[in-house]
């Protein structure tokens, strides 16, 4: 499975962005996908993560109410919509795929994206 991440930009606090994470392989479909962001000089973080049906999902309690997570698996895509950005979002965001299993850690993940970059201006 290979995994582009896309849809990173500059927005104002306050502002949304939408992250796309296109997957190529029959199998995307049969795994969870996550994303994670990692900021200038700070640990990789878990972000959300959804199920390969889609049905269940999880956050970061600093994102909860304002970042969704959604798939489509017809498209092979699944989505990160962000709404009420702040400046402490700011990180480049890398979506992963993986087996069933535990959905907060990175080593739960298989495949990687190369990240896209999110800049938050307060």
């Known amino acids: 499975v290979q995994l582009q991440a896309s849809g990173g930009g500059l927005v104002q606090a306050g502002g949304s962005l939408r992250l796309s994470c296109a997957a190529s392989?029959?199998?995307?479909?049969?795994?969870?996908v996550g994303w994670f962001r990692q900021a200038p000089g700070k640990q990789r973080e878990f972000v959300t993560a959804?199920?390969?049906?889609?049905?269940?999902?999880f956050y970061a309690d600093s994102v909860k109410g304002r970042f969704t997570i959604s798939r489509d698996n017809g498209k092979n895509t699944v989505y990160l919509q962000m709404n009420s950005l702040k400046f402490e979002d700011t990180a480049i965001y890398y979506c992963?795929?993986?087996?069933?299993?535990?959905?907060?850690?990175?080593?739960?993940?298989?495949?990687w994206g190369q990240g896209t970059q999110v800049t938050v201006s307060s």
């Open positions: 992963a795929a993986g087996p069933a299993g535990s959905y907060s850690s990175g080593t739960a993940y298989n495949y």
């Open positions: 392989g029959r199998t995307f479909s049969s795994y969870k």
């Open positions: 959804i199920t390969s049906s889609g049905t269940g999902r």
